[in-house]
Every structure is written in structure tokens, then in C-alpha cells.
């Protein structure tokens, strides 16, 4: 395995493919034309940003005319949130969101409370699943949106949307879903979801970084987020990111043509890692639930060593791994996912996630889970806590 790397970081994102780069290609050489230009090489290049559009649309049961092109997930999440608070702000100024959001969510509100809005964070169960009955109960007169994601990066819990939905429209309010890192993992419909907005980036599903989409349910209106020229039909100005989004389209259908079976192998490596390393290092849990789970992600909380010295280790050995969101790594904070599963904090430190895509293998799971056994040891082994532990124990 010497000089081989084992990338298992596919949820902070993902190799571009190679079909999607050859997509890409022509954008960036003969078809640069703009698309809002007169003549008809940009007729044509128009003609493919709507194919592209008409293709995601299909992906997710949604019109064409749905779907607004973006720079990224975190665009998507930003305009959905601000767009409809300042779309609703005379009709209420109350939104629901949960307490293990991604950042992109989480700031947003927090930029709305600073302007005033009050916001809920609905707590999850020790599992990572959102209490519906808290949500249930936290809905006001003036609640104007509930945002609640489908699918964690951190510990993968996939949400129960479909019911989000229908409490959110039983009590007339909008909701919204972070569909970053469920789309493409988990089929998504937004009509039987009855989801309103969904944001998608495609740096998560083999696509290029620097674009993604806001799915706008027809009919409703929110405020615009980048005002200027006429694109995205006055909604999202800014000269589209040709070649990005016919590479997001190709990417996109590429992984659901392969979902079913992509999902199939990700299950039993992403299974085998977790049971071998829960079974043969002492004082590791899983978390999040195991069902419910996007198929590849693996989170294991190892008590007794700091999480950053283990990915220090792994990366000495060519194994790409994280211990938290990529957009918290670097920051000593421990994970607010971790701890709004009721972890405390020192045992938020210690933790792994995994995130495979289907290229690997269970010899690759298993080069990794015999690494991590020892790099575990010897840390334990310069660890104060552990010494005490072990004393203590005695
Ligand atoms: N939402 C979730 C759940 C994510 O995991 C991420 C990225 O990690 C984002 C939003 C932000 O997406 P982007 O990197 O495209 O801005």
C-alpha cells in the first residue's frame, strides 16, 4: 500500500470525474460564448445551460423553471434563509432551524438575529435525529420558515423530510432543506417531500467546486441575493458559470444512474469499518444512529486521544481523514454536532469521521482500521488521561 493515498474525506468533497471534466472541457475552449449574447454560438450555449437545468430539474421532480444556478452550497442556504426573511419580515419574523446545522445555516441565522428575527434551534435525539415533537411545539403564529437539513455532514443522520414537510405546510409555514450532503447519496422528491427550497453544491457529488443550485418551489418569492443583470430569469444575477454547471448536470446524473449500486457497495465497506474498529479498539462508540445513515459515512468518537493527532498520524500513512465539518477543522472548538448529541466536550475532541466513496475497497478499509489500532495505542499511550484512566481502573 506504500505511496498510495486513501481518500476518506468525501463529505468535505470529492475528485472531480473524468466524463465530467471531458463535459466541462469545450466551455472553457470553442462554446466560451455567453449565453445572454445575441448570436448563435450563444444561442447554443443557451441551449445547453437549459438542457443542464431541465436535466437537475428531472433529478429531483422539479420544473426547469425551478431551479436557479448559484456559486455553491453556501449561496444556496444564505439565499433561501435571508431571501425569505426579508421576503416575510411583515407577516412574522420567527424561523425554526436545528442545532446541528451546517455553519452556512447556522450564520445565517445568526446574521437574522442580529436584524431582529428570533430563532428556534430544534434539539436532535443522542442519535442525531431531529425531536419532532420539539419542532411541533416550537411553531408560532409569526414562524415564517423551518430549515432543517437532510442529511448531516458530520455524523450522516438523514432526516424524516418528508414528515418535516408536511408539519411545516400543516401549519402554513415554508420549509427549507441543506440537500448538500443528501443529494446524489439519497433519492430526493420535492414534490412527495413537499420541501420548498432545497440547496445543492456540486463539489459534494463528483462536480466541480464553485456551483450549485437553489431549488425555488413555483410561486413562492423571496427576495434576490445578488442583484444586477437579468440572469436566472431576475433572480440570481451574474454571468452563469457555464462550464461549472454543464459539468454539475453531467456529475448529477452520473450519480444517480449509479446510486442504488454506488450505495450497495458504500453500506457493507462503510459497515465493515465501523463493527471492526468498534470491536477491536476499546473505548470507541459510533455516532450518530446506524440506521438512517448516509451510506458512507462513518463517525467513531475514540475517547483518550486528541482527534487532531490521530489525523497527524493517518496523514503520515497517506489516509485522508477528518475530524469534524472541513469548514471547522483548524479550529479548536469542539464539534456543535458532536455536542448537540449530548457528547460533552471532552469526549467531542476525540473524533473520526470517515467518509468513502465506492472506489474503496474492504482492503483499503482494512489497511486503515489496522493503522488506526495502532496509532490509537501509541497515543493512549503518551495520553495523561489514559495514564489516569488506567490507574484509576487498577
Ligand atoms: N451545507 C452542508 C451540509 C455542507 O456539508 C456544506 C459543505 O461542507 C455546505 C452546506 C456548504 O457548501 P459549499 O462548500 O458548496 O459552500
Known amino acids: 500500500m506504500e505511496n498510495k493515498i486513501i481518500y476518506m474525506d468525501n463529505a468535505s468533497t470529492t475528485r472531480v470525474l473524468d466524463e465530467v471534466i471531458e463535459a466541462m472541457l469545450p466551455y472553457w475552449k470553442d462554446r466560451f460564448y455567453n449565453p445572454s449574447s445575441v448570436y448563435e454560438m450563444s444561442q447554443q450555449v443557451r441551449v445547453d445551460v437549459e438542457n443542464a437545468r431541465k436535466k ?38 420567527h424561523i425554526i432551524t436545528s442545532t446541528i446545522e451546517h455553519h452556512a445555516v447556522l450564520n445565517s441565522m445568526k446574521a437574522l438575529e442580529r436584524e431582529g428575527f428570533e430563532i428556534t434551534y430544534v434539539n436532535v435525539d443522542s442519535d442525531g435525529f431531529v425531536k419532532l415533537d420539539e419542532l411541533k411545539k416550537s411553531i408560532r ?10 442529511a448531516n455532514n458530520e455524523i450522516g443522520t438523514i432526516q424524516p423530510i418528508a414528515k418535516i414537510g408536511e408539519i411545516a405546510h400543516e401549519n402554513n409555514v415554508l420549509f427549507h432543506t441543506d440537500a448538500v450532503q ?15 427550497m432545497l440547496s445543492v453544491s456540486a463539489h459534494k457529488f463528483n462536480g466541480p467546486k464553485g456551483v450549485g443550485f437553489l431549488y425555488l418551489k413555483k410561486g413562492i418569492r423571496i427576495t434576490n441575493f445578488m442583484d444586477g443583470g437579468a440572469q436566472e430569469n431576475l433572480k ?6 457555464v462550464a461549472e454547471i454543464i459539468g454539475m448536470a453531467k456529475a448529477a446524473e452520473i450519480a444517480h444512474e ?7 457497495k458504500e453500506i457493507i465497506v462503510r459497515n465493515h469499518l465501523i463493527d471492526r474498529i468498534l470491536k477491536e479498539i476499546p473505548h470507541t462508540r459510533l455516532n450518530g444512529g446506524r440506521d438512517n445513515r448516509l451510506p458512507n459515512n462513518v463517525n467513531i ?17 497517506g489516509i485522508c481523514a477528518s475530524s ?15 455536542l448537540a448529541i449530548g457528547l460533552p466536550h471532552e469526549k467531542a475532541h476525540g473524533s473520526l469521521r470517515l467518509t ?11 489497511y486503515v482500521v489496522d493503522n488506526l489500532k495502532e496509532i490509537v495505542e501509541k497515543l493512549r499511550s503518551m495520553s495523561p488521561l489514559w495514564e489516569d484512566y488506567v490507574r484509576n481502573k487498577k
Not at 258 to 264: V, Y
Open 56 to 93: 437537475i430539474a428531472m433529478l429531483i421532480n422539479a420544473n426547469p423553471c425551478e431551479i436557479f444556478f448559484t456559486s455553491c452550497g453556501t449561496e444556496s442556504d444564505n439565499w433561501a434563509i435571508k431571501g425569505t426573511a426579508n421576503m416575510l419580515k411583515n407577516k412574522g419574523r
Open 141 to 150: 403564529k409569526d414562524t415564517i420558515l423551518i430549515s432543517i437539513m437532510t
Open 182 to 196: 443528501g443529494f446524489s447519496h439519497i433519492p430526493i422528491d420535492v414534490k412527495s417531500m413537499g420541501i420548498d
Open 236 to 241: 440570481r444575477a451574474g454571468t452563469e458559470n
Open 258 to 264: 449509479k446510486m442504488k449500486e454506488r450505495s450497495e
Open 301 to 317: 468518537g475514540i475517547e483518550y486521544i486528541e482527534g487532531e493527532s490521530m489525523l497527524l498520524n493517518l496523514d503520515m500513512l
Open 324 to 338: 469534524g465539518s472541513a469548514c471547522t477543522s483548524g479550529s479548536l472548538d469542539p464539534s456543535h454536532v458532536l
Open 356 to 366: 468513502i466513496d465506492d472506489t474503496i475497497t474492504i482492503q483499503d478499509a482494512d
